[in-house]
């Protein structure tokens, strides 16, 4: 390149940016869109739980890339149209699928002033770190975690996950992963989980080299925790044939059951062993907040890192999750990798001394942290911990429900917020139950009435419902039972006339 020659003269052209030319114009359309989302919000129980999609809809929504705009009114005119009906279902009162959180009309707002901010929170000295910071040390506190503990936010706990088994990699493997890879490591690790754990948790050790066929999924008591008996003897076996037991994970609910591994127990294995100790507490971590349901999660403050969602129990929109780790300077050496373009200086915009994207892997990042901030502020945490507990109330009836129905089977112990039951019918032989479930779960959700997902307890299909929902009543949970009955006496009578 050149330097000497100066460069050449650009020729003066009309300039545009984005913005609307009619600012007038562009406030009644923002006025007309938070009238009509709001009115979304509050009128979401008069509308089905779920609808399909048309395939004209679908069609429709395959056309080429507009050239030429359309304008701010008519593309939200198409997603009033092809869009907005059509969601998964979330915020419906009597959604109760996966695990997902309703939402708030607040949260909402939030994310609004989040877009107009539009602040990469990945570092630069602004407010968006210190009110992520600020978020991270609340429930550094909320979950017993000492002071100086780090944490970050990140899109979801399968993230949260990632990035707790990264710092764990980082800290306890047996060598410099941060140089030479896993490659260099003198004994292979390995990663003991129960057999109830959530995949991403796999998806975790595939991503950082350790393999699947060293993610240990061990076997589960009566009430679907992990047996630690079963744990310390695959430890044991391992540790003979010269493998590191790198990290045991620990449930705070699982997500088929709900089940909640003695913590206390794990971490004191992991002592043992030298091994870190992760707790996946994407949902369940949130029992915490409610004195009476904090029982049910001790020891989550032993973890050395703690993986939790906020767009499931703190009913965010999404994405809000976030990791909580003990090691502060295990957690920043697995992620801060210095660049000359992302220079400090002494004053001014890139004086921060604090920077996000040096613990996790992103470096553009949305301002997550400002729904929870708001949210927090809004309710305050003895209300999030009503809500919580008013799921469990719930998941205890529905459970109680299908206990006490003689065509209904509750198929295992609901501790948290999730129950899994199935039509039993009357002599209905075992072998067409999963499929009549199965069907009976279609209808159910095609209809509109209601959405559990699918669930598999010990082999069996369960009509599984988890309870992450603010806006569901206990007449919801009746009507889903009664409808469970009902449907499941229609396919018995379809079956019984097939033969
Ligand atoms: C126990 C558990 N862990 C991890 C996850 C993954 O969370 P996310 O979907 O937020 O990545 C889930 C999701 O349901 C879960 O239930």
Same mark, same amino acid.
């Given at each position: 390149?050149?330097?000497?020659?100066?460069?050449?003269?650009?020729?003066?052209?009309?300039?545009?940016?984005?913005?609307?030319?009619?600012?007038?114009?562009?406030?009644?359309?923002?006025?007309?869109?938070?009238?009509?989302?709001?009115?979304?919000?509050?009128?979401?129980?008069? +509308?089905?739980?779920?609808?399909?999609?048309?395939?004209?809809?679908?069609?429709?929504?395959?056309?080429?890339?507009?050239?030429?705009?359309?304008?701010?009114?008519?593309?939200?005119?198409?997603?009033?149209?092809?869009?907005?009906?059509?969601?998964?279902?979330?915020?419906?009162?009597?959604?109760?699928?996966?695990?997902?959180?309703?939402?708030?009309?607040?949260?909402?707002?939030?994310?609004?002033?989040?877009?107009?901010?539009?602040?990469?929170?990945?570092?630069?000295?602004n407010a968006a770190s210190h009110v992520?910071?600020?978020?991270?040390?609340?429930?550094?506190?909320?979950?017993?975690?000492?002071?100086?503990?780090?944490?970050?936010?990140?899109?979801?706990?399968?993230?949260?996950?990632?990035?707790?088994?990264?710092?764990?990699?980082?800290?306890?493997?047996?060598?410099?992963?941060?140089?030479?890879?896993?490659?260099?490591?003198?004994?292979?690790?390995?990663?003991?989980?129960?057999?109830?754990?959530?995949?991403?948790?796999?998806?975790?050790?595939?991503?950082?080299?350790?393999?699947?066929?060293?993610?240990?999924?061990?076997?589960?008591?009566?009430?679907?925790?992990?047996?630690?008996?079963?744990?310390?003897?695959?430890?044991?076996?391992?540790?003979?044939?010269?493998?590191?037991?790198?990290?045991?994970?620990?449930?705070?609910?699982?997500?088929?059951?709900?089940?909640?591994?003695?913590?206390?127990?794990?971490?004191?294995?992991?002592?043992?062993?030298?091994?870190?100790?992760?707790?996946?507490?994407?949902?369940?971590?949130?029992?915490?907040?409610?004195?009476?349901?904090?029982?049910?999660?001790?020891?989550?403050?032993?973890?050395?890192?703690?993986?939790?969602?906020?767009?499931?129990?703190?009913?965010?929109?999404?994405?809000?999750?976030?990791?909580?780790?003990?090691?502060?300077?295990?957690?920043?050496?697995?992620?801060?990798?210095?660049?000359?373009?992302?220079? +400090?200086?002494?004053?001014?915009?890139?004086?921060?001394?604090?920077?996000?994207?040096?613990?996790?892997?992103?470096?553009?990042?949305?301002?997550?942290?400002?729904?929870?901030?708001?949210?927090?502020?809004?309710?305050?945490?003895?209300?999030?911990?009503?809500?919580?507990?008013?799921?469990?109330?719930?998941?205890?009836?529905?459970?109680?429900?299908?206990?006490?129905?003689?065509?209904?089977?509750?198929?295992?112990?609901?501790?948290?917020?999730?129950?899994?039951?199935?039509?039993?019918?009357?002599?209905?032989?075992?072998?067409?139950?999963?499929?009549?479930?199965?069907?009976?779960?279609?209808?159910?959700?095609?209809?509109?009435?209601?959405v559990p997902t699918t669930g598999r307890?010990?082999?069996?299909?369960?009509?599984?419902?988890?309870?992450?929902?603010?806006?569901?009543?206990?007449?919801?949970?009746?009507?889903?039972?009664?409808?469970?009955?009902?449907?499941? +006496?229609?396919?018995?009578?379809?079956?019984?006339?097939?033969?």
């Amino acid at each position: 390149m050149d330097l000497d020659t100066a460069p050449a003269l650009a020729p003066a052209i009309a300039e545009h940016s984005l913005d609307p030319e009619d600012w007038t114009g562009m406030r009644a359309l923002g006025h007309q869109v938070m009238d009509d989302m709001l009115d979304y919000l509050e009128g979401v129980r008069e +509308r089905p739980a779920w609808q399909p999609m048309p395939g004209e809809v679908v069609e429709r929504l395959r056309e080429d890339v507009p050239e030429r705009g359309e304008g701010a009114e008519a593309a939200y005119r198409a997603f009033r149209e092809l869009v907005l009906p059509y969601p998964v279902g979330n915020i419906h009162p009597r959604f109760w699928g996966r695990v997902m959180g309703t939402g708030t009309a607040f949260g909402m707002m939030a994310e609004l002033m989040a877009a107009a901010m539009n602040t990469n929170a990945s570092g630069l000295a602004n407010a968006a770190s210190h009110v992520e910071a600020q978020v991270l040390e609340w429930f550094r506190a909320l979950f017993g975690f000492p002071e100086g503990a780090s944490g970050i936010m990140l899109s979801g706990a399968s993230a949260a996950n990632l990035v707790g088994l990264a710092t764990a990699r980082t800290a306890r493997a047996d060598g410099d992963v941060i140089r030479g890879g896993i490659r260099v490591l003198g004994r292979r690790p390995v990663v003991y989980c129960s057999e109830e754990t959530h995949n991403s948790i796999d998806r975790a050790v595939v991503l950082l080299g350790i393999g699947r066929d060293f993610l240990r999924r061990i076997p589960t008591d009566d009430q679907f925790r992990i047996r630690l008996d079963l744990l310390e003897q695959a430890i044991r076996d391992d540790v003979l044939v010269g493998l590191q037991p790198l990290c045991i994970v620990g449930n705070a609910g699982t997500v088929a059951t709900g089940a909640t591994d003695d913590l206390e127990a794990l971490a004191e294995l992991a002592a043992r062993f030298g091994a870190w100790f992760h707790v996946d507490g994407a949902f369940g971590a949130l029992a915490a907040l409610s004195p009476e349901l904090r029982g049910q999660v001790a020891g989550l403050s032993r973890a050395d890192s703690l993986a939790f969602d906020m767009h499931k129990w703190l009913y965010m929109p999404y994405e809000a999750a976030a990791v909580i780790i003990r090691d502060r300077e295990a957690h920043h050496r697995t992620f801060a990798l210095s660049a000359a373009y992302l220079g +400090r200086a002494e004053r001014g915009a890139e004086a921060d001394e604090f920077r996000f994207n040096e613990y996790g892997p992103q470096l553009s990042r949305s301002f997550r942290a400002l729904k929870v901030w708001l949210s927090l502020r809004e309710h305050g945490t003895e209300r999030y911990a009503r809500q919580i507990e008013q799921n469990v109330a719930q998941a205890s009836y529905l459970a109680e429900l299908a206990w006490d129905h003689p065509e209904l089977e509750l198929l295992a112990p609901a501790p948290l917020n999730i129950v899994c039951f199935r039509y039993r019918g009357r002599g209905i032989p075992e072998e067409r139950l999963d499929g009549l479930n199965a069907e009976l779960l279609m209808r159910l959700q095609e209809r509109g009435i209601a959405v559990p997902t699918t669930g598999r307890v010990r082999g069996r299909f369960a009509i599984r419902v988890a309870n992450t929902n603010h806006r569901s009543r206990r007449e919801d949970f009746q009507l889903l039972a009664e409808s469970v009955v009902a449907i499941g +006496r229609e396919i018995t009578d379809e079956m019984e006339l097939a033969g």
